[in-house]
């Protein structure tokens, strides 16, 4: 029998939807997969608040005397069961990168590997619900003064002391010939940039002085319905405060999976 062009276009159009609604159920299955992943900490009872009170005139001592009020004022706050300071949170779009030189792994004038870091504060581990399985945490005396240690993951650890105690061990930030930086604690593995990403080397650092007033808090129910309370606490100590980071964690988590989301939607419509 004689094949048509309106047969032959029948046919790629079958053969086309189908490519299109196999790989709509694929991204969808991905999604799925992505969502039951263990990310490594509990993102439901975390709130992030960040504000720059340089922007209303504060130079460092006053931005440190206010965020050592908003701590303490949001840590007696009913509902809340910690509260630290983190220059970001697991899954956040912005990310930090550092440079870190490991004796042994990296040559004399080698500026190390790309390791992404955070700042944090004494207790974020308790707010992120990381645990360490090794070492101990920041003191407020670390953080106050910026001291040169720091707490790596257990990929981290892995990667340049496998089975070997990392604790105690030094890197260097940029090189060798910048001062040590003494490894304290070792954190258990969680997702850094994605739910579906392989474990990668992260460094924590102490958070140090600053106008940038970056709050982490654990609830003791879902985040969310609090976020109202921990704006009025703040605002009570600056009127002015513009916050720029202002949510739930469990945001940071939808962000990463939205584009698979969307994707398979899409092409889920189109095919």
């Known amino acids: 029998r004689r094949v048509t062009l309106r047969d032959a276009l029948v046919v790629g159009q079958l053969a ?5 609604l196999v790989s709509g159920a694929l991204l969808a299955r ?11 900490f509990d993102p439901a009872q975390i709130a992030a608040l960040s504000f720059n009170p340089q922007m209303n005139g504060y130079d460092v001592e006053r931005a440190m005397t206010l965020r050592a009020g908003v701590l ?9 069961t910690s509260a630290s300071l983190a220059s970001r949170l697991p899954l956040a779009s912005d990310i930090n990168m550092s440079s870190y030189a490991v004796p042994g792994h990296h040559a004399a004038d080698d500026d190390g590997a790309s390791v992404d870091t955070v700042e944090v504060g004494a207790d974020y581990f308790t707010v992120a619900g990381v645990p360490l399985v090794a070492g101990r945490p920041f003191t407020e005396e670390e953080v106050a003064s910026e001291r040169r240690v720091a707490i790596v993951n257990e990929t981290f650890a892995r990667t340049y002391w496998p089975g070997e105690p990392a604790v105690g061990r030094v890197i260097h930030s940029g ?8 490894i304290v604690g ?14 990668m080397p992260y460094v924590h650092r102490p958070i140090g002085p600053g106008r940038s007033i970056d709050l982490v808090v654990r ?5 969310a319905p609090l976020l109202p309370v ?7 100590l600056e009127p002015d405060a513009v916050f720029t980071t202002d949510g739930a964690a469990t945001e940071a988590v939808d962000a990463t999976m939205a584009p698979t989301r969307i994707g398979a939607a899409l092409i889920g419509v189109v095919g």
């Open 72 to 80: 303490e004022a949001v840590r007696g706050l009913p509902g809340v």
């Open 230 to 236: 921990l704006r009025k606490a703040i605002w009570a």
């Open 175 to 182: 090189g060798f010939d910048r001062p040590g930086i003494e």
């Open 16 to 20: 086309l939807s189908l490519v299109l």
């Open 186 to 199: 070792v954190a258990r593995d969680h997702k850094v940039r994605s739910a579906g990403e392989d474990a």
């Open 219 to 223: 609830t003791a129910g879902p985040a």
């Open 30 to 40: 991905g999604l799925v997969v992505a969502r039951g992943t263990d990310l490594g």
